[in-house]
């Protein structure tokens, strides 16, 4: 009988650097993704009849975009690769995948999870309005369509995408109204010593701010959102500066973002430990040196496991192939290993500082009116939220989500979950670890009613 493969869910960086060093050691593992297309969300690909050149479409990172898209072509004959297939559920050693209404029950002798991150998001009025978007999906328009959300869009929120991603649209035509900032500029200068980890990526960012700065595009920092204006759609946004003061920026499309949250919903079903980040107001799971984690057999790479970027995530997928060929009893040296953990202590680093410069403004969702909507998919408000809280008793965010039906929709708490959790542990007036998390269902994204297991 065949042994089952090794699976490696993902073909972003991690999943592409994890897969080829699997083929090195003469295995042929199955990597699948739900994109139809490798290179994850960095060297996300245009659709197939696009031709904009790679320096167009990654900028100072098309090399690195060509070098992974030309490894992953590299190596299609020696996996199996099934893109168009979501990976959404997980029981005893097994994989449950969806390819059109295809399902299938996958075995695996190791798991390698690489599904990288989504951004996290911190609810504003007015934030479901047509017109506003995520960071990712303004950039994701621009990137895999060559489309704009807006002629005039103004960029809030907080973290190295929001400056990348106004630099992205300005430098595309768009007229950038705004950028707005949550975090203050002092945070980044104290931040400096873990940001100088990477003092080629230090330069980029501070490149990208003096661009924006040059070509008259307004940067506020320290602002507090206070509304997104519109009636059928974005007509403007109003922040608090730093003085107290009320600013106006008329828009006609508006891109938020507070940084990113490690997908960790499928470490979730297998069962891993997670522990409290304070440093990104997060439960984690807990991970080794090498990507293992406390269930045998699974391992976690690249930003699914920590946000360390798009070069960690490459490391961290090579080191969490050779922890797993290890423990199948391959002979991986030693001194490989090494250098791969000693290569990405710079970007843990790096990513410390990150946290530290640009917050996730936790605070803000505590402060946010009664009205205002924080689970869209199932469009439940803070005051329901803190109602289930405190009226109904619930200590903690699953049994909030009982009583409210917060995150139990289509995004099942990806957008929703960090806010809500702040929301609970302020109504309390508890530490934001005491309300935990909200616990990983499957399916974790949502299947259609035609999906069906072959007899
Ligand atoms: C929205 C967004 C925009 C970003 N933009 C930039 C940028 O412009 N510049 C920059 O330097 N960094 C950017 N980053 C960070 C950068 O993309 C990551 O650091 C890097 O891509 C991490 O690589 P990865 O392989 O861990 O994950 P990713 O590149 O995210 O790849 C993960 C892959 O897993 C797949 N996947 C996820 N869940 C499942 C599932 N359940 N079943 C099947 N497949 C699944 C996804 O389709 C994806 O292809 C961005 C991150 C995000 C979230």
């Given at each position: 009988?065949?042994?089952?493969?090794?699976?490696?869910?993902?073909?972003?960086?991690?999943?592409?650097?994890?897969?080829?060093?699997?083929?090195?050691?003469?295995?042929?593992?199955?990597?699948?993704?739900?994109?139809?297309?490798?290179?994850?969300?960095?060297?996300?690909?245009?659709?197939?009849?696009?031709?904009?050149?790679?320096?167009?479409?990654?900028?100072?990172?098309?090399?690195?975009?060509?070098?992974?898209?030309?490894?992953?072509?590299?190596?299609?004959?020696?996996?199996?690769?099934?893109?168009?297939?979501?990976?959404?559920?997980?029981?005893?050693?097994?994989?449950?995948?969806?390819?059109?209404?295809?399902?299938?029950?996958?075995?695996?002798?190791?798991?390698?999870?690489s599904p990288g991150a989504t951004e996290r998001i911190m609810?504003?009025?007015?934030?479901?309005?047509?017109?506003?978007?995520?960071?990712?999906?303004?950039?994701?328009?621009?990137?895999?369509?060559?489309?704009?959300?807006?002629?005039?869009?103004?960029?809030?929120?907080?973290?190295?995408?929001?400056?990348?991603?106004?630099?992205?649209?300005?430098?595309a035509g768009v007229r950038v109204r705004a950028v707005l900032d949550t975090s203050h500029l002092g945070r980044r200068v104290a931040a400096l010593p873990s940001l100088l980890a990477r003092p080629g990526m230090l330069a980029q960012g501070l490149r990208y701010t003096a661009w924006l700065l040059r070509h008259g595009i307004a940067i506020r920092t320290g602002v507090t959102p206070l509304t997104i204006e519109g009636e059928n759609r974005v007509a403007g946004i109003i922040v608090r500066d730093r003085r107290g003061r009320e600013l106006h920026f008329d828009c006609d499309a508006v891109g938020q973002g507070y940084g990113l949250r490690s997908e960790t919903q499928l470490a979730d079903l297998a069962k891993c430990r997670f522990a409290f980040d304070p440093l990104a107001r997060q439960w984690l799971p807990e991970v080794d040196a090498d990507g293992r984690t406390s269930t045998p057999g699974v391992y976690l790479a690249g930003d699914g496991a920590m946000v360390r970027g798009a070069d960690g995530a490459?490391?961290?997928?090579?080191?969490?192939?050779?922890?797993?060929?290890?423990?199948?009893?391959?002979?991986?040296?030693?001194?490989?290993?090494?250098?791969?953990?000693?290569?990405?202590?710079?970007?843990?680093?790096?990513?410390?500082?990150?946290?530290?410069?640009?917050?996730?403004?936790?605070?803000?969702?505590?402060?946010?009116?009664?009205?205002?909507?924080?689970?869209?998919?199932?469009?439940?408000?803070?005051?329901?939220?803190?109602?289930?809280?405190?009226?109904?008793?619930?200590?903690?965010?699953?049994?909030?989500?009982?009583?409210?039906?917060?995150?139990m929709g289509r995004c099942q708490g990806r957008m929703c979950g960090l806010a809500a959790a702040e929301i609970v542990a302020a109504a309390r007036k508890v530490p934001i670890e005491a309300v935990g998390r909200l616990r990983g269902q499957a399916p974790v994204k949502p299947l259609p009613l035609t999906a069906r297991m072959d007899a």
């Open positions: 009988m065949a042994e089952d493969p090794v699976i490696v869910v993902g073909a972003g960086p991690a999943g592409t650097r994890a897969a080829a060093r699997l083929t090195e050691a003469g295995m042929r593992p199955v990597v699948l993704d739900e994109g139809d297309r490798s290179g994850g969300q960095i060297y996300r690909r245009q659709p197939a009849h696009f031709t904009r050149p790679a320096a167009a479409l990654y900028g100072t990172e098309a090399g690195k975009a060509v070098a992974l898209h030309g490894a992953f072509e590299a190596l299609r004959l020696r996996i199996d690769y099934r893109p168009d297939t979501l990976a959404w559920g997980l029981t005893d050693g097994v994989l449950l995948t969806l390819r059109g209404s295809r399902v299938e029950a996958m075995p695996y002798r190791a798991l390698i999870l609810p504003v009025p007015g934030w479901t309005l047509p017109g506003v978007f995520s960071l990712g999906g303004a950039q994701i328009a621009l990137k895999a369509q060559a489309c704009a959300i807006g002629t005039r869009p103004v960029f809030v929120g907080t973290g190295p995408l929001l400056y990348l991603v106004a630099w992205q649209y300005a430098k490459e490391m961290a997928g090579r080191l969490a192939s050779c922890a797993a060929l290890r423990d199948l009893g391959e002979n991986v040296q030693e001194a490989e290993m090494a250098t791969l953990r000693s290569d990405l202590a710079p970007m843990s680093r790096f990513r410390r500082g990150l946290e530290e410069a640009f917050p996730w403004p936790g605070h803000l969702a505590a402060c946010l009116p009664d009205e205002t909507i924080v689970c869209r998919c199932e469009a439940i408000t803070a005051g329901e939220l803190r109602r289930a809280a405190l009226d109904l008793d619930a200590p903690e965010v699953n049994r909030a989500k009982a009583f409210s039906r917060v995150g």
